[in-house]
Every structure is written in C-alpha cells, then in structure tokens.
C-alpha cells in the first residue's frame, strides 16, 4: 500500500552529483551525492518548470530543469514505540530559543550548557558560548559578565551561530531573553525586580543579572 | 570600659556590647554575620571592636589566607606574560591575577611596561570574586595617573601576616594599631622607603643592604613575637644606631 521508506546508512551513495542537489544530511564526494547521516531518504521535486514562452516577437528560452533535492531526514525515530523509542533528536538551529545553564563566567564569554531546544529536552548537553557582546543590545563596550550571570543561572537566550567543533555562540540581547531562574549567593531562589537585579527574599540583598522579560 | 570580649566562630553577640546611635543603622564590619531577624554571629576568631561615632561593630582576627577585594592595594609578584597581559601572583595559595599591559601609566599600544618575571609591582585590585580570575591595575582608571602604583625597583619584599599588614596600614598606626616602629625608625634617623600591600607583603628599599634587611627583620619581629610600643622604641633605637 504505502510506498517502502528506504532507510540510508552513513556513506550510502545516494546518486551523481549532476543529477540531483545535495540537501541536509547530504555530501559530495568526487561528484557522487552520498549520505552523512542514518535516516530516511527524501526527494524534493521541484515545481514544473514553464515550457518555453511562445510570443509573436520573442521566444524565450526554456528554463532549465531543476533537478530533485535529495536529503536525509533527521529526528525520526525509528521505532513507532511510544516510550522504547529512541527520543527525536533535535539539534539547535540558527535562531531557535534554548535554555541554558551557565557553567562559568570569564571576563569577556560566558560558557552555558545547552539543556533544551525548544520545547525539546535534550539527551545531552551541547556546549555554548555568550560573548561579552552579545549580552545586550545597548551599551554593548559596557557589559560586565559578572553584573550579568553567575554559574548556576538558567538563561533563556538564541543561537546566533552554529560555532566551531566546540561551542555554539548565543546572544541574550533581546528583552525577551537573559536570566530566568537565579539563586543568591545565600543559596535562596531570587525574584526578578528591574531588568538589571534580582532579589533574594529571605535576604533582601539584590544581585544584579540580566533578567529576561517575564511573560 | 568593658573588657573586649573574644569571640570564636559560632559566638552569638550579646545585644548589650552593641553600640547604639540615634539616626545611624548599625553596620556590620568584618567577622560577623547577620541572621535574620535578630542574631549577630561572628564567622571568625578574634577581638570585638565597636565604634560609637559611625556605629559600626567589626572582629579584628588574624587570618592566614588573603581574601581579595576590590580597591585593596596588594604587592604582586610577576609570574608570566601573555599577550595582552601579565600573570601576577598575589599569594602561593591562589592561582595568578591578570594585569593588563595597558593598566600603567603612560602605557599605549607602542610602548608597554618591560616587566621580568620576578618583578615586583604595587598593584590595585579591580576585578575580585569567587567565580572569576582575579584582577589588577597599576593605574587609576579614572584619572590616568599611577598615584605611587606600579613597578617596585630595588630592594626586598618581606612576608607578615594579614593582621600586621592592616596594622601598618591604618591611617593612624601608633594609636590605633599600637604599632610605632616605623615612625621610630624614621625619627631616630634611618631613611627608608617601604610599601605594604594587604596580602602580607611589605616592600622595603634603603640606603643599603644591611639596613634593608635590618628594617624588614624588625617588621617581621615585631609581627611574630608581638612587641608592644615600649619595645618596639628600644628596638628601634638600638637598630638605627646600628644602621647609620
């Protein structure tokens, strides 16, 4: 009934490279298409190009066939299973929302663990990097790291850039991002006050941090 | 007067030493720690000490190891440089302060202090808590002047311990500190020049070698066997003798 999803493994050759365009989970290698990564196989057809346009004066070429995408799809899960199996697995994107923990400051970056995409939590934890720069959208030279998070804070903030073998880079600056959840140097949970401090309630010190806009 | 109680961690304050002001909240210096809602309880061992006119209350203790804190102006010993940078070492048991090429005066991108390692320097600290490295400057970021800080030449570097070295500190060290040596010396005729930085190390340069080492052997006696004024005079009058 339903058309068999063939399944590639890493290294598969999927094709010529003049045939189809390479899309995500894809690579080239010596002008064949192969698979990167395992997964379903999937082909884009592009619409139907227009046949050449017949006027009285002009005729226009024909537009050149586009060729289908091949990609691999990424996030499914193998088994219909309900809880035995294997969660989706969901990468963080360019400008998509995570949560972070801060795992320590330095005066000029701020290392996080990235702890859920989304609303996705993930299996493990991804490496991300705050720059110094990317902290506020105003008075950027101004940023203190430390007036800003202290390990242990949970950071809402979104990927700028998709990094190096190491880190993914983040930006807070937006209202709607920064700090979430803090907890005092006394160890008490703290209530945001101002877009700059935090309170601790049994204390009643303040700490300053960049707060996210509440919604 | 009372007797100044000694306290021990742990030691909850009794209300009555408190000192008390008509408009003045009552500040808590270091040492002691506020419980809410009541307590006071000091967090080290040492002697109370109590201010009527600003009302503050505060432990004067000896600790062995130098907590930094921002504005402090400590002696730090050149490790290594990096590139934008140098790595100081404040005390054997913390790891090196960063201070930046460009926190001297007169520094610019073209002409940078030529510091070894080994090399000395009066330092203040900007950067101080548990999360992050420490760090230094040798210049006063607001005005650009080093007023006294930087590079310390010639002479030797003696270790005291913290107590000794927020003694020679005080504003006013014969009365409030009972510590009169130096002033003494000065009097009696030496010429020195000294530097104390508060993680217990005080750098002192002098006409000679001898009276280097006799300066700074009469501050560290002075801290280990606990002279009080009367001998701290003597002494200083039998070393200057010695030394002109």
């Known amino acids: 009934m339903a058309a068999p999803i063939s399944i590639a493994v890493p290294g598969q050759l999927l094709g010529q490279a003049s045939d189809f365009l390479p899309g995500s989970g894809t690579h080239i290698h010596n002008s064949k298409l192969y698979a990167s990564i395992l997964g379903p196989i999937s082909k884009t057809i592009p619409p139907k190009s227009q046949g050449p346009q017949k006027r009285l004066t002009k005729i226009t070429p024909a537009e050149p066939a586009r060729p289908a995408t091949v990609s691999i799809e990424r996030g499914i899960s193998l088994t219909s299973a309900k809880d035995g199996g294997k969660k989706a697995e969901v990468l963080p994107d360019v400008n998509s929302t995570v949560l972070c923990k801060v795992t320590r400051i330095a005066p000029k970056q701020a290392s996080v663990a990235i702890l859920v995409v989304g609303e996705t939590v993930l299996d493990g934890e991804w490496q991300g990097l705050i720059r110094v720069q990317d902290v506020r959208a105003t008075e950027k030279d101004k940023v203190k790291i430390f007036e800003s998070f202290k390990p242990g804070d949970i950071v809402r903030a979104v990927v700028i850039s998709l990094g190096d073998q190491s880190n993914y880079y983040l930006s807070t600056a937006s209202n709607s991002l920064g700090v979430i959840m803090a907890a005092s140097e006394a160890g008490n949970a703290m209530y945001p006050v101002s877009w700059k401090e935090y309170k601790d309630p049994e204390t009643g010190v303040s700490e300053s941090r960049k707060v996210a806009k509440p919604f | ?244």
């Open chain 2, 1 to 244: 007067m009372a007797a100044d109680p000694i306290l021990l961690p742990g030691d909850y304050l009794d209300p009555k030493v408190l000192p008390s002001h008509p408009s003045k909240a009552l500040k808590l210096g270091p040492g002691l720690l506020h419980i809410p809602p009541n307590s006071i309880v000091s967090t080290v061992a040492g002697r109370l000490c109590t201010d009527n006119k600003k009302n503050a209350v505060w432990v004067e203790y000896n600790s062995g190891r130098y907590i930094p804190v921002v504005d402090d102006l400590v002696i730090a010993t050149i490790h290594h440089s990096a590139t934008d940078f140098y790595y100081a070492s404040i005390s054997d048991y913390s790891s090196n302060a960063i201070l930046p090429n460009l926190s001297f005066e007169g520094a610019s991108r073209k002409s940078r202090p030529q510091l070894a390692p080994g090399a000395l320097v009066y330092a203040r600290i900007t950067l101080a808590n548990k999360h992050m490295d420490l760090e230094l400057e040798c210049v006063s970021a607001s005005t650009g002047k080093s007023d006294g800080l930087g590079p310390l030449t010639g002479g030797m570097v003696f270790s005291v311990s913290l107590a000794m070295a927020r003694r020679l500190m005080l504003p006013k060290p014969g009365e409030q500190g009972q510590l009169v040596l130096l002033e003494e010396l000065g009097a009696a005729g030496a010429s020195f020049e000294i530097a104390v930085g508060r993680n217990g190390r005080v750098w002192v340069d002098s006409k000679s070698v001898k009276s280097t080492l006799a300066i700074g052997n009469m501050i560290q006696r002075t801290d280990q066997e606990g002279w009080m004024v009367e001998k701290q005079r003597i002494m200083a009058k039998r070393m200057a003798k010695e030394i002109s």
